[in-house]
Antibody, heavy 120, light 107 residues
């Protein structure tokens, strides 16, 4: 069965950087686009960006341009998201989610979420 | 950016009743690239409906989606206790955006 397992909760100070991982299993990792979505406390879901199946192309929401990096390691079926210059407003649960095979698609499987707290 | 507005904000119903949730887009969602997700407290979202009206794998036929253009609807025909949750619509025709959610609560 498809599983996306994310790294554990993090506490970061303002200005620091964050790296979250998401390890996939149960399907051919290099066939699907992968996304990152976050949810601040009590807020709606917010799409951050997408990486293509082989990791050669990314696209980010304008809000995160210049601050986010997404990579994928096909040898370990692991996806990574790095967010720099953290601020308190980045406190949220971060999710990886599987997209489509031939296009960005909807999100049919989700990781369990990684809680990130940014606080001095 | 396509802005999605969901209504109502909160819907109070009893098990066995029918729920109708609305999602309106600020501009047309091409090719019906609209999805619905269910999220329970402390859990990840779960895909219910994609392409406006197609049920995702394992989703019971009590859940149905309809609509096109700028107006979309999620209908739950007979509410069960496990259906009480927050529901989000999302468009993936132009980047990705989400609605603010509808809280479906037990009356």
């Amino acid at each position: 069965q498809v599983q996306l397992v994310q790294s554990g909760a993090e506490v970061k100070k303002p200005g620091a950087s964050l790296k979250v991982s998401c390890t996939a299993s149960g399907y051919p990792f290099t066939n699907y686009y992968m996304h990152w979505v976050r949810q601040a406390p009590g807020q709606r879901l917010e799409w951050m960006g997408v990486i293509n199946p082989i990791g050669t192309h990314t696209s980010f929401a304008q809000k995160f341009q210049g601050r986010v990096t997404m990579t994928r390691d096909t040898s370990t079926s692991t996806l990574y998201m790095e967010l720099s210059s953290l601020r308190s407003e980045d406190t949220a649960v971060y999710y990886c989610a599987r997209g489509g095979e031939s296009s960005y698609g909807d999100f049919d499987y989700w990781g369990q979420g990684t809680l990130v707290t940014v606080s001095s | 950016e396509i802005v999605l507005t969901q209504s109502p904000g909160t819907l109070s119903l009893s098990p066995g009743e029918r729920a109708t949730l609305s999602c309106r887009a600020s501009q047309s969602v091409s090719s019906g690239y609209l999805a619905w997700y269910q999220q329970k407290p402390g859990q990840s979202p779960r895909l219910l409906i994609y392409a406006a009206s197609s049920r995702a794998t394992g989703i019971p036929d009590r859940f149905s989606g309809s609509g096109s253009g700028t107006d979309f609807t999620l209908t739950i025909s007979r509410l069960e206790p496990g259906d009480f949750a927050v529901y989000y619509c999302s468009q993936y025709a132009s980047s990705h955006t989400f609605g603010q959610g509808t809280q479906l609560e037990i009356k």
